[in-house]
């Protein structure tokens, strides 16, 4: 037990730096220096066993120091592996030759990236940037290699590649209801799409805007309806009385469009009075009548 707890106190550092590369999958990307720093970390826990503690804390300072570069290895190779190995498929076809520019622009990203991750390994979102538009710029550089390849290969004028590069722009104009030509060159139909694409997505925005006013108001009229209870009940007692005050009018030969107009019009004649919920009639030919 004793050996236990002595063992947490000096390996402390040891094993934090450990669970740190096995975070980083070091076992995968550096499986070599990994066994290495295993070795030594077995050797240090052999040394505690007798009690030869000096021993054992100046191995596991190794086994640390071994760790954290493995750790370091791993992660780079986690973010810079890709673009590496595309950066070698360019070599291998011997792409510089034909996209010189754009395979510098890659190497030069990747060499940001793995300086970034050297200052400091777990700071990661922007050496992870870099390392995917190097990616990027190295797969670009393959296909615009294999592009000037084909050309070559095909004996194409200088006129039908132009005029080959033309056709994406043309298609995207037409998906946009747009003529474009290119007597001036690209400038022209990239800009004249650019506009139109721009001028869609402010009327789609503002028909979204629309559609949350109108749900922001189908939303209060919902709460008003809430607060006045069943609206079919409601509707439904209004139609009853309605059909009431008609049948009563339809007795006399008033030319009347509303109902509710027709209840003050028979006031005057009849004695009529009236409330918010019931329609009270005093002539005497209709003592017994209440309209509800």
């Known amino acids: 037990m004793e050996t236990a707890k002595l ?6 550092s040891a094993i934090a730096a450990r669970n740190d590369t096995l975070k980083a999958d070091a076992p995968v990307y550096g499986s070599e220096n990994w066994n ?25 300072q190794t086994a640390e120091s071994q760790y954290r570069a493995v750790d370091l290895q791993a992660i780079k190779a986690n973010y810079l592996n890709t673009a590496r190995e595309l950066l070698q498929q360019a070599n291998a076809q011997r792409a510089e030759r034909n996209v010189p520019q754009t395979l510098e622009e890659a190497k030069s990203l ?14 990661t979102d922007e ?9 990027y710029k190295a797969r670009h550089a393959l296909y615009l290699n294999q592009q000037i390849l084909q050309i070559g290969n ?39 799409v650019s506009a139109k694409m721009k001028d869609q997505e402010n009327r789609e925005q503002t028909h979204i805007n629309r ?37 009563v009018i339809n007795l006399f030969n008033f030319p009347i469009v509303n109902p509710f107009d027709g209840v003050f019009a028979l006031k005057a004649s009849i004695g009529v009075s009236c409330s918010a919920d019931v329609v009270f009639i005093s002539d005497e030919r209709f003592q017994d009548v209440n309209i509800v």
Not at 110 to 123: G, I, N, S, W
Not at 127 to 135: I, T
């Open 36 to 60: 290495r720093a295993e070795a030594i970390f077995r050797n240090a826990a052999e040394a505690l066993e007798p009690g030869n503690v000096n021993r054992a804390r100046q191995q596991a």
């Open 154 to 192: 095909e004996k194409k004028s200088m006129e039908e590649i132009l005029i080959e590069a033309e056709k994406p722009v043309k298609q995207i104009a037409e998906a946009v209801n747009l003529t474009v030509h290119f007597d001036k060159g690209f400038d022209g139909p990239v800009n004249a």
């Open 211 to 247: 559609i949350q006013e109108l749900e922001s108001e189908l939303e209060q009229l919902r709460n008003k309806l809430a607060d006045k209870g069943d609206l079919a009940g409601l509707l439904e007692t209004q139609r009853m009385r309605d059909e009431a005050i008609n049948k």
């Open 110 to 123: 990747v060499k940001k990236a793995e300086t970034l991750l050297q200052q400091d390994r777990y700071d």
């Open 127 to 135: 050496a992870n940037r870099l390392s995917h538009n190097a990616a």
């Open 7 to 12: 063992g947490e106190v000096t390996f402390s």
